[in-house]
C-alpha cells in the first residue's frame, strides 16, 4: 500500500506541475487579452486562439486526475482530491492549494474579460442603430432571445 501511495502522489506531483505550467501561460494569455481588449482587435484575436491549446491541455489533464483519482479509489471530484491528499506531503498539499487558487484566480478573469467583451457588444450595436437611424432600446428579440434588430428601420435615411 505504501508503495502504491508513494506512486500516486509522484503522479499528483506530475499532474500539479502541468497543470501549473499550462495555468501559467493561460493566467498571462488572459491578462493580455484584458489589455488590448479595447485597442487591437486583430491581437484579441490572435490572443483567443492561443489560449484554446491551454485550455485542451488543461481538460485532458482533468480528466487524468480524474481517472488517477478513480483508480486509486476515490472519487472523481474536489472532494476527492481532498481525501486523497490528506495523507500526502505538506508541500504536495501546498502546492494543489496553490493551484486551486490560480484555477479561481483564471476564472475570475476569464469572467471579467467576457463581461468586457459582452459590454463592448452592447456599445457598437447601440452606435450602429443610431448610425442606422433606429431608436436606442426599441430592439425586439426572437423566441431564442436573440436581438431582432432590422436595419434601416429608424426615421434616418442616407442617400449616396
Not at 506531503?89 to 483564471?106: F, G, N, S, Y
Request: charged content about 25%; overall charge negative; proline content about 2%.
Amino acid at each position: 500500500m505504501q508503495t502504491d501511495l508513494s506512486d500516486l502522489h509522484r503522479q499528483l506531483e506530475r499532474l500539479a506541475a502541468s497543470h501549473d505550467s499550462s495555468l501559467d501561460s493561460l493566467l498571462a494569455l488572459l491578462e493580455a487579452e484584458k489589455d488590448c481588449m479595447h485597442t487591437d482587435a486583430a491581437r484579441l484575436n490572435a490572443i483567443t486562439a492561443d489560449k484554446q491549446p491551454y485550455i485542451a491541455q488543461l481538460e485532458r489533464l482533468g480528466g487524468e486526475l480524474n481517472q488517477l483519482l478513480s483508480d486509486a479509489g476515490f472519487s472523481a471530484d474536489a472532494a476527492g482530491l481532498d481525501a486523497c491528499l490528506q495523507n500526502a506531503p505538506a508541500k504536495l498539499v501546498q502546492e494543489w492549494d496553490a493551484l486551486r487558487e490560480k484555477i479561481k484566480h483564471c476564472q475570475e478573469i476569464n469572467v471579467r474579460n467576457g463581461a468586457l467583451v459582452e459590454l463592448s457588444r452592447q456599445r457598437a450595436r447601440q452606435l450602429l442603430s443610431i448610425l442606422l437611424g433606429d431608436q436606442p432600446g426599441t430592439s425586439t428579440y426572437d423566441k431564442e432571445g436573440k436581438s431582432n434588430h432590422r436595419p434601416g428601420s429608424g426615421s434616418m435615411s442616407f442617400k449616396a
